[in-house]
């Protein structure tokens, strides 16, 4: 079965840029559906980041599209994530997603937690 | 764009039935599906709810979903309400972009 793994910096510096990726294993991350990033700040609801499906098309939320890239890796086998002008604001939890349809997240990651402080 | 309105809490005891509302602003909420999350304290959200109605595999008939478009509102109800129930539940559907949109999340404490 599908299985997801974030990693990268848990800690980034005021306008520096957040960098993320999600390992993906048990399915052929190029072959189909969409693969995306939720995030959660500390005590609080969830907010959409955005989707990319295996073809590369990318859906980003408006309200962070100029920061936001999203791209897939298939040699690698992982999908990432960059967020860049970071400020205090974008500390929070992320999760990396699957998505068979892309409005409906079938599988989250164990999240992980990025604090923007200098 | 819209926005789906959650009430902050709710709480029930213990085999009753509780029904948790997600209103949407603007739109109608029939026109694109819900879905319904649990996340437990320390934990990655799990569907228990998708395409309004629509139950994942290994999620007891105890949780179902509906659409009312009189009030352009879901609504997840749990009924025979156990303690391990006790979580945050959020629903979330998505624009015209394809982008998801999630409700503001409601804590559900079974007392």
């Known amino acids: 079965q599908v299985q997801l793994q974030e990693s990268g910096p848990g800690l980034v510096k005021p306008s520096e840029t957040l960098s993320l990726t999600c390992a993906v294993s048990g399915y052929s991350i190029g072959s189909d559906y969409y693969w995306g990033w939720i995030r959660q700040p500390p005590g609080k609801g969830l907010e959409w980041i955005g989707s990319i499906y295996h073809s590369g098309s990318t859906y980003y939320n408006p309200s962070l599209k100029s920061r936001v890239t999203i791209s897939v890796d298939t040699s690698k086998s992982q999908f990432s994530l960059k967020l860049s002008s970071v400020t205090a604001a974008d500390t929070a939890v992320y999760y990396c997603a699957w998505l068979r349809r892309f409005y409906h997240v079938d599988l989250w990651g164990k999240g992980t937690t990025v604090i923007v402080s200098s | 764009n819209f926005m789906l309105t959650q009430p902050h809490s709710v709480s029930e005891s213990p085999g009753k039935t509780v029904t948790i509302s997600c209103t949407r602003s603007s739109g109608s909420i029939a026109s694109n599906y819900v879905q319904w999350y649990q996340q437990r304290p320390g934990s990655s959200p799990t569907t228990v709810i998708y395409e309004d109605n629509q139950r994942p595999s290994g999620v007891p008939d105890r949780f179902s979903g509906s659409i009312d478009s009189s009030s352009n509102s879901a609504s997840l109800t749990i009924s025979g309400l156990k303690t391990e129930d006790e979580a945050d539940y959020y629903c979330?559907?998505?624009?015209?972009?394809?982008?998801?949109?999630f409700g503001g999340g409601t804590k559900l404490t079974v007392l």
């Open positions: 979330q559907s998505y624009d015209s972009s394809n982008h998801g949109v």
